[in-house]
């Protein structure tokens, strides 16, 4: 069975550095075919992609993000990191992780998510 | 504004038949495979169609999706007070390099 768990803080004060971590079962960070993905979703608004590290596309920022984001992964540890600098309240969401196909960039297995509040 | 446009909301009563359109453009929906998800407040988004008109195992066949051109859209038939939730099209830009998703859609069986 597949499954995936964020994990992190649950607030954060603004101009801090959040950082996420993503623990997967049931499949291996060294699979030729799965990656992982980050996605969030601020109260009331749509699912917003992040990021995502691939086995042979490598990793991928959201644009408007890409200055404040860094995705990376541990094998051994089976876990996906993710960074977000300089926080503000904007930045308060439910962060998802996600195992993603590789080439077809879909979303297969979804973690339950862990919410993120920016607040001095 | 989200990079794929999707209507706000969506209706229908418990039995009919109702389709949800994703509309893009020639750099993401016209260039690579569209999915689809389920989102229930306070779960986790669940993989409804993948590679535009595939079905996980264990998703009905009620659910079905196609794409053409730019668009794509999501058909659920046989509503069911359960399929309330919001549903997302999402897809890869290959101008943005990034993963793009559409703005949501509510789905209320009446």
């Known amino acids: 069975q597949v499954t995936l768990k964020e994990s992190g803080p649950v607030v954060v004060k603004p101009t801090e550095t959040l950082t996420l971590t993503c623990t997967v079962s049931g499949f291996s960070l060294s699979n030729v075919r799965m990656g992982v993905s980050w996605v969030r979703q601020p109260p009331g608004k749509a699912l917003e992609w992040l990021a995502h590290i691939l086995p042979h596309d490598g990793i991928s920022y959201s644009p408007s993000l890409k200055s404040r984001l860094s995705i990376s992964k541990e094998i051994s540890k089976s876990q996906v990191v993710l960074t977000m600098t300089n926080m503000g309240p904007v930045d308060t969401a439910t962060y998802y992780c996600?195992?993603?196909?590789?080439?077809?960039?879909?979303?297969?297995?979804w973690g339950a998510g862990t919410t993120v509040t920016v607040s001095s | 504004q989200s990079v794929l446009t999707q209507p706000p909301s969506v209706s229908a009563a418990p039995g009919q038949k109702v389709t949800i359109s994703c509309s893009g453009s020639?750099?993401?929906?016209?260039?690579?495979?569209v999915s689809w998800y389920q989102h229930l407040p306070g779960t986790a988004p669940k993989l409804l169609i993948y590679e535009d008109d595939k079905r996980p195992s264990g998703i009905p066949d009620r659910f079905s999706g196609s794409r053409s051109g730019t668009s794509a859209t999501l058909d659920i038939t046989g509503l069911r007070t359960g399929d309330e939730a919001d549903y997302y099209c999402?897809?890869?830009?290959?101008?943005?390099?990034?993963?793009?998703f559409g703005g949501g859609t509510k789905l209320t069986v009446l």
């Open positions: 999402g897809t890869w830009d290959v101008n943005l390099r990034a993963g793009v």
């Open positions: 020639s750099s993401n929906i016209g260039n690579d495979y």
């Open positions: 996600a195992r993603t196909v590789e080439y077809y960039y879909y979303m297969d297995v």
